[in-house]
């Protein structure tokens, strides 16, 4: 099979982009696999297929693997690269569009210089809704980690996170907690894993371990998850700078009830295509 592709990157998260607007492109868990891998394929942390609408009130619907071949339901960095690809690929003209997900409805835009922003939609913080298999919402949850309690912020935005704040980043056991927290019994549908450390009230540095993908440079659901942990917390004023080991993402969020806006930028690497395995 002989699949056609774009090569895209919001601040070194990577993604190979497929259209399948015209035709449907249907890819087995182990060629994601193949496509993904930094050796013998094209190498990403995900693929985004670009679909029709579902809906009457969507312009397109938006699908996301991960590395290790599975769906999930949302991808923040992605987001900014889906309305990049398909306004530059003359599939829309609006600059600004609405997109059906896994996790709902995601608005992203083009901004006159060049960044993208995207409502991310309204956090979400109701464990079973998560999920996450506790009893009840609390503010701040301890979770075991081996010998270890770590405090965690858990929400949704459209995928499930758990945040913790750590003095360094650059010295948090993301390697070592990484895996632990992904997998952890209390996440059934497993989670990404964020280390954030406070700089001031306007500014965060992240690292994500991210669920079936391992670490990356960036990610954009867990900017937002970072900030708005942050900010429920008392850390963090409401228009906050993530910066991440790939750049830095603006997030604003004016509290509950309201949704995520995320900023940053999406490009363009290559075009190619590669012959997969049946």
Known sequence: MRLEFTKMQGLGNDFVVVDATKSPVVLTPAQLRFIADRHFGVGCDQ??????????????YYRIFNADGGEVEQCGNGARCFVRYVHGRGLTKKTAIRVGTLAGVIEPRLEADGQVTVDMGVPEFE???I???????????DLAIEKNIIKINVLSMGNPHAMQVVADVDAAPVAAQGPLIEAH???????????MQV???????LRVYERGAGETL??????CAAAVAGIERGLLDARVTVSTR???????????????????????VFDGAIELPD
């Open 47 to 60: 693929l985004l297929m670009v679909e029709p609408a579902r809906s009457a009130d969507t312009d397109f």
């Open 127 to 129: 464990p079973a809704k």
């Open 131 to 141: 999920p996450f298999a506790v009893p009840a919402r609390q503010s701040l949850y």
């Open 185 to 195: 019994p209390l996440f059934p549908q497993r989670v990404n894993a964020g280390f």
């Open 199 to 205: 700089v001031d009230r306007e500014r965060i540095r």
């Open 218 to 223: 960036a990610c954009g659901t867990g900017a």
């Open 246 to 268: 790939g750049g830095d993402l603006v997030i604003v969020w004016s509290g509950a009830g309201r949704p995520v806006l995320m900023t940053g930028p999406a490009e363009t």
